[in-house]
């Protein structure tokens, strides 16, 4: 690992990331709502074929939520890559995913992405980096949505005294609790089975970290074999949401939490839970055959479909 250059409380305030400028179109959309487990119970699904196909005349696909984490490209690797903070790459967990939707996303645009550092914690072992970024259409300038990404960067921790080890938050962590899983019985529950080859799918998306596809690579990192993208469950998660709660309308979703809890290997069952507080649905995630949660937390609501 490269010397790290001395601790620089300014450097870390004032650092500026690259504004990052990127074009989409509903191939690309298309794409990636089958990478998350659209029409794959049924190709014809009448609530998701919409994600893919122009259905009943209509002029363009529709697009899911929770492809808004596409739109900054590769922040997650960038946000990462501050002056003083060298990490092995497979040491990196992503530790939770926040997504605010201010405009239904459209099917095809290009936008312009402002990075920015939302926190920096040093844990000793260990540093966790929050990275804010907020994606503009570039025609009309209008602000899409704000992604909240929190990584636990193994390793990296250390950079500051340890008598006063190094905290920095843009914002207050305790207006974001964490989510409580409700004993009583789920409002609905959906099951989903992971294809072998869904994260080689998921990863024609953008995120080709050899982790999801590379068995040598895999093992190195402590895993039996490559595993799932957690953004990749986030978004089956998020999916099996819009179909059971918001009776296939993604346009009902306002904002996205989640917390990635383990890891998910592809060919496992994926059994998401959800419950309804007002127009905040709870969600956990589990896997069937570990019976192990992998996934937690919310999805805010613009309103409750009429039928439930």
């Known amino acids: 690992m490269a010397k790290r250059s001395p601790f620089n409380h300014d450097?870390?305030?004032?650092?500026?990331?690259?504004?990052?400028?990127?074009?989409?179109?509903?191939?690309?959309?298309a794409i990636y709502a089958l990478g998350v487990g659209a029409c794959g119970k049924d190709a014809v699904d009448r609530d998701e074929l919409?994600?893919?196909?122009?259905?009943?005349?209509?002029?363009?696909?529709?697009?899911?939520p929770t492809f808004a984490v596409l739109l900054p490209g590769f922040?997650?690797?960038?946000?990462?890559?501050?002056?003083?903070l060298p990490y092995d790459p497979r040491l990196l967990l992503h530790g939770e995913q926040c997504i605010e939707i201010y405009k239904p996303l459209p099917s095809s645009a290009t936008v312009y992405t402002n990075i920015s550092l939302a926190g920096l914690h040093d844990k000793g072992k260990a540093a966790i980096v929050e990275v804010e970024t907020k994606s503009y259409d570039k025609e009309s300038g209008e602000l899409l949505c704000m992604c909240r990404t929190t990584s636990y960067v193994r390793g990296a921790g250390g950079f500051s005294p340890s008598s006063c080890p190094y905290s920095y938050s843009t914002y207050a962590k305790n207006l974001v609790p964490a989510v409580k899983i409700p004993e009583s019985q789920p409002f609905v529950v959906y099951e989903d089975c992971i294809q072998q080859s869904q994260a080689l799918l998921y990863r024609l998306s953008g995120d080709y970290n050899p982790l999801h596809s590379d068995l040598v690579f895999a093992s190195a990192a402590g895993f039996s074999r490559p595993?799932?993208?957690?953004?990749?469950?986030?978004?089956?998660?998020?999916?099996?949401?819009?179909?059971?709660?918001?009776?296939g309308d993604p346009t009902m979703v306002k904002a996205i939490s989640g917390r990635f809890l383990l890891h998910v290997y592809p060919?496992?069952?994926?059994?998401?839970?959800?419950?309804?507080?007002?127009?905040?649905?709870?969600?956990?995630?589990?896997?069937?055959?570990?019976?192990?949660?992998?996934?937690?937390?919310?999805v805010e609501l613009h309103r409750l479909s009429s039928s439930l």
């Open 11 to 29: 450097l870390v305030i004032s650092h500026k990331f690259p504004e990052t400028t990127k074009s989409y179109t509903e191939r690309d959309v």
């Open 50 to 64: 919409k994600y893919v196909y122009h259905e009943n005349g209509q002029h363009f696909i529709q697009v899911l």
């Open 75 to 84: 922040a997650l690797k960038t946000g990462t890559e501050l002056p003083f």
């Open 227 to 247: 595993i799932l993208h957690g953004l990749c469950s986030l978004g089956f998660a998020v999916r099996a949401i819009v179909k059971c709660i918001c009776r």
């Open 267 to 298: 060919g496992e069952t994926l059994i998401t839970e959800m419950w309804l507080d007002g127009l905040r649905v709870v969600y956990q995630s589990k896997v069937k055959e570990r019976n192990r949660a992998v996934l937690s937390g919310y």
